[in-house]
C-alpha cells in the first residue's frame, strides 16, 4: 500500500509563474515532512522542510504548506525559473526513517 | 567537502553473480542510508545504519542482499547472487544526528544484471 501519494507525474510551468507540487499521505505517525530536488544522474538534495507543529515553513522561492487533517503536504516555487526543471519528491518521516513519494517532473518553460 | 562518494557508478553483471556496492558517508555524519529507486516501487530505503550499527534493514528484499558498515567512513551493499529484477539504482545516503532527516544522497550506483 502507497502511504504517499504524489498523484501529478509530471508538471509544465511558465517561466515566472507559480510552480503547486502536492502529496497526500495516509500515515498519522509522520512527525517531518520534507522535499527533495532531483536532476538526471544525481542523487536527491534536500530542499525544505516542515514540522508537524507547523502549517507554513518559506525559504526564498520555495515554501511548504502542511495540512494535517487532510494530510495533505504542498511546494509553492514562485517564481519559476528554468533552473528549477526536475522531479520533485516528498518524504515523510517517522522514526529515523523516510518514505518517499513517486515523485513529480516540473518543466519551466523559458 | 566531497559529499558522499559511491562507486561504481555503474555496473553491469550477469545474473548469478556477486554485486558489492560501496560508499563513502560525509566525514562526521553518524547516520548511513541505503536507498533502491526503481520504476515499479519509487525510492525505497533498504536499511540504515546509526555509528556504524545496522538498526533496521526491514526494507532489503531477500537474503540475498546484505549490508555491512565496518567503520564510519565505509559502507558496502552487496547481493549474491544477483537477478535481473535486481536492476535499479542504488543510492546511499548519510546524515547528522542533529538533523538526521535532511539526508545528503550521493550520485547513485546504476546497477544492471542481464
Known amino acids: 500500500d502507497q502511504q504517499v501519494k504524489q498523484n501529478s507525474p509530471s508538471l509544465s510551468v511558465q517561466e515566472g509563474r507559480i510552480s503547486i507540487l502536492n502529496c497526500d499521505y495516509t500515515n498519522s505517525m509522520f512527525d517531518y515532512f520534507l522535499w527533495y530536488k532531483k536532476y538526471p544522474a544525481e542523487g536527491p538534495t534536500f530542499l525544505i522542510s516542515i514540522s508537524s507543529i507547523k502549517d507554513k515553513n518559506e525559504d526564498g522561492r520555495f515554501t511548504v504548506f502542511l495540512n494535517k487533517s487532510a494530510k495533505h503536504l504542498s511546494l509553492h516555487i514562485v517564481p519559476s525559473q528554468p533552473g528549477d526543471s526536475a522531479v520533485y519528491f516528498c518524504?515523510?518521516?517517522?522514526?529515523?526513517?523516510?518514505?518517499f513519494g513517486g515523485g513529480t517532473r516540473v518543466l519551466v518553460k523559458p | 567537502d566531497a559529499g558522499v562518494i559511491q562507486s561504481p557508478r555503474h555496473e553491469v553483471t550477469e545474473m548469478g553473480q556477486e554485486v558489492t556496492l560501496r560508499c563513502k558517508p560525509i566525514s562526521g555524519h553518524d547516520y548511513l542510508f541505503w536507498y533502491r529507486q526503481t520504476m515499479m516501487r519509487g525510492l525505497e530505503l533498504l536499511i540504515y545504519?546509526?555509528?556504524?550499527?545496522?538498526?533496521?534493514d526491514s526494507g532489503m528484499p531477500e537474503d540475498r542482499f546484505s549490508a555491512k558498515m565496518p567503520n564510519a567512513s565505509f559502507s558496502t551493499l552487496k547481493i549474491q547472487p544477483s537477478e535481473p529484477r535486481d536492476s535499479a539504482v542504488y543510492f546511499c545516503?548519510?546524515?547528522?544526528?542533529?538533523?538526521?532527516?535532511?539526508?545528503?544522497f550521493g550520485p547513485g550506483t546504476r546497477l544492471t544484471v542481464t
Open positions: 545516503a548519510s546524515s547528522s544526528g542533529l538533523a538526521r532527516y535532511e539526508q545528503y
Open positions: 518524504a515523510l518521516a517517522a522514526g529515523n526513517k523516510l518514505t
Open positions: 545504519f546509526n555509528n556504524n550499527v545496522p538498526i533496521d
